[in-house]
């Protein structure tokens, strides 16, 4: 087992890519500005990254134009597009120990996350749609007449990217799959709070063999480079995960040029524990649902309604799970759970602990800062929550559950949907019947039954209501990356 100075050391081992990729080289931003990213661990800046703004994406979105429009990845077959793909896959590989180290560098999350969850996800994502490649087919249509009518599914163009900070390379991983297997071209913005990983997977790609274009990265902040990317006349769809406001300015900003959308938002999902179930498996479950990656996950299971007659056995057993969690260097393999992404994020989460605190809900662990160097936030568990409290309707992003008692299946359903929100949804109970019950009402994309965060490549991911649009992963997550051409031969 490498030791903390090792994993360390692996993070840096390297040079750190910080210039942007555009049409197959690194330059500096043509304003010369940069900006810091930071270690959410000491506070200290890691390094200078080079600042993208608007013109910098209008020569992103040219290359990317050019290698789809005219360029050799239109011309490229699709089964040597697939072999790219498992290339770049094969890379990583090679690399997953200095890659998850800079994870951990610059996002914070524990190594044995990064290094063991993480990194794997994105090696079996890229390989699902690399074997995707060369089997996307259409279909042949038997219409009206002496007509012979089939369809293809072509790329949809050139993708813009734009992924948020709490899973940098996995979401990079999920945006490239499907746009490279379906032979779009792209521009990827990595967030400003997390760009290091996504700039290495560039080295990569290019040493992979992507030709000059296919893969663009620009670094920069979101009202920037993030807005001039979503208005810009080149880009075919945009492909977000963020928060829901911020999907709204890209849905408003995108309707001009008509772009197809992709958006993975948040979401306050509701985790049923039924007094039937195996109470251990459920508290376990219910640990890593809530508190995986510092809370920071949109498909968190944030509010955890138990039944009534397991209530305080469950309230019990986590929040002595919660306070044995081991917080610390996320350097350190022994460490479960490292600092918040940044300032902005920790001053946010403990200002919803005073609201939990204010609005009469009882703590039973956590509630505070850990240390005081770091965005380090203890795991929070509120019990006696309300349904109207602001902890039980607004997403915190952070290591803060709230515990809810029902007592019957009707009425937890109702209070399951009571949300804006639906990405997911899980239940913990030994009567199928009831699992089934909450798998068909629970308005949500994804519904575990006694299970949390299972996630496939395979699988597609996305939301209902104001958690998304569309589907990531699996076979719709690539629909997403195609247009349907129908092409219509009259027979004489
Ligand atoms: P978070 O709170 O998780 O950072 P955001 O939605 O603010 O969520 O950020 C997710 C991504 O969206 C980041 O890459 C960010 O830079 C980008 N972003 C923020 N604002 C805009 C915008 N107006 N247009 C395009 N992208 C944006």
Aim: charged share 25%; hydrophobic share 40%.
């Amino acid at each position: 087992m490498a030791t903390v100075t090792e994993h360390r050391h692996a993070a840096t081992r390297r040079k750190l890519q910080t210039k942007l990729l555009i049409d197959g080289q690194w330059r500096e931003s043509q304003s010369g500005k940069t900006f810091a990213t930071l270690d959410p661990c000491t506070e200290d800046v890691i390094i200078e990254v080079s600042e993208g703004d608007a013109a910098d994406i209008d020569l992103a979105v040219k290359a990317a134009r050019k290698a789809f429009d005219s360029g050799p990845w239109r011309k490229t077959d699709a089964r040597d597009r697939g072999r790219m793909i498992y290339k770049l896959a094969d890379l990583i590989e090679e690399n997953i120990d200095d890659l998850a180290a800079l994870e951990t560098l610059d996002n914070g999350k524990p190594i044995s996350e990064s290094r063991h969850a993480d990194l794997p996800l994105v090696i079996d994502c890229l390989r699902y749609y690399a074997g995707w490649a060369d089997k996307i087919h259409g279909q042949t249509i038997p219409i009206r007449g002496k007509h012979f009518c089939y369809t293809k599914r072509e790329p949809v163009g050139v993708a813009g990217q734009i992924i948020p900070w709490n899973f940098p390379m996995l979401m990079t991983a999920w945006k490239w799959g499907p746009a490279l297997a379906a032979g779009c071209t792209l521009v990827l913005k990595p967030a400003e709070q997390t760009p290091l990983t996504a700039l290495r997977m560039g080295e990569l790609a290019l040493e992979a063999g992507f030709p000059a274009g296919v893969i663009n990265i620009v670094p920069g902040y979101g009202e920037t480079a993030g807005a001039a990317l979503v208005s810009h006349k080149g880009v075919d769809k945009i492909a977000f995960t963020g928060e829901g406001r911020t999907a709204e300015i890209i849905m408003r900003n995108a309707a001009d040029s008509m772009k197809r959308l992709t958006f993975e938002l948040g979401g306050k999902s509701p985790n049923i524990v039924f007094a039937d179930a195996d109470l251990d498996a459920a508290v376990n479950g219910s640990m890593v649902g809530m508190f995986l990656n510092q809370g920071q996950c949109c498909c968190a299971g944030t509010r955890l309604f138990v039944q009534e007659s397991a209530h305080d056995e469950v309230v019990a057993k986590l929040a002595a799970k919660a306070k044995a969690r081991k917080l610390g260097d996320p350097f350190d393999p022994a460490t479960e759970q490292g600092p918040q992404v940044d300032r902005a994020q920790f001053d946010k989460i403990l200002s919803y602990v005073d609201k939990g605190k204010s609005e009469g809900a009882q703590c039973v662990a956590g509630g505070e800062r850990h240390g005081d160097k770091g965005f380090f936030i203890r795991p929070t568990i509120f019990a006696d929550v309300r349904d109207d409290m602001a902890i039980a309707r607004e997403e915190i992003f952070g290591p803060v559950l709230s515990v809810i008692k029902f007592k019957t299946i009707d009425e937890v359903i109702a209070r399951a949907n009571g949300t804006e929100y639906g990405l997911a949804a899980a239940v913990w109970t030994r009567d199928i019947g009831k699992a089934h019950a909450i798998a068909d009402q629970v308005r949500a994309g994804t519904i575990w039954i006694n299970c949390y965060d299972v996630f496939d490549a395979a699988a597609p991911f996305g939301g209902f209501k104001r958690s998304g649009l569309g589907r990531e992963l699996g076979e719709k997550g690539l629909e997403a990356y195609t247009e349907t051409k129908t092409v219509t031969i009259a027979l004489d």
